[in-house]
């Protein structure tokens, strides 16, 4: 079946404690993307990656970390996490100017 | 940079009636225009696509209408079902921007019964 996975799916943790939320596709897609979603301000793009060892970041980059070591994986890093990362966190893939594939979500605290 | 405007923010409808939602872009090289259907608690999911070499598609209750003059896509829904009730996101993108939807802000739609 064709899927991307996120893991974990929801998260607490606490402020400055390094996390790692991890996403697979299993679609062979060359582009993935990391989305944080807040009440009233829609789909806000983090990083995104073209290929491997192609990454770029999107509208809202700072505090975030990605890598692109693998086609299938692209986690998404949070070094020193902050109150103000508590979001709704998808990955999505896809091909070329075609369907964009998201992940379940994760849904992050920072306390 | 592009920039997609999404128009209204809420929409009330009463079940039965139809919905439209519209989308403005600045990009006149856009040529691929998605929409997508988010439930409550749910993932975005592709409802239906439309590019540029065509003015409208329909999938049986939804359709899409592009006007490239205008630079403006319109998502209509008739006969509007409670399943409906949903956030929905339009997206622009063009066919050299590797890859990037630029989403417009979402559209939430209540189905009143």
């Known amino acids: 079946e064709a899927q991307v996975t996120q893991n974990p799916r929801y998260l607490i943790t606490v402020t400055g404690k390094k996390l790692t939320v991890t996403c697979s596709q299993n679609?062979?897609?060359?582009?993935m993307s990391w989305y944080r979603q807040d009440p009233g301000l829609g789909l806000r793009q983090i990083y995104y990656s073209m290929n491997v060892e192609v990454t770029d970041k999107g509208d809202v980059p700072e505090g975030y970390k990605v890598s692109r070591k693998e086609k299938r994986n692209f986690p998404l890093i949070l070094e020193s996490p902050s109150p103000n990362q508590t979001s709704l966190y998808f990955c999505a893939s896809s091909s070329r100017l075609y369907e964009q594939y998201f992940g379940p979500g994760t849904r992050l605290t920072v306390t | 940079g592009e920039n997609v405007e999404q128009h209204p923010s809420t929409l009330s409808v009463q079940e039965g009636d139809s919905a439209v939602i519209k989308c403005t872009y600045s990009d006149s090289a856009s040529n691929y225009f998605p929409w997508y259907k988010q439930e409550l608690g749910k993932r975005p999911q592709l409802i239906i696509d439309i590019r540029s070499n065509v003015g409208e598609k329909k999938d049986q209750r939804i359709a899409v209408t592009l006007n490239k003059t205008a630079k403006h896509f319109s998502l209509h829904i008739t006969e509007t079902q409670p399943e409906d009730s949903a956030v929905y996101f339009c997206a622009a993108s063009r066919w050299d921007s590797n890859y990037q939807l630029i989403w417009g802000a979402g559209t939430k739609l209540i189905i009143k019964p």
């Open positions: 679609m062979n897609h060359e582009y």
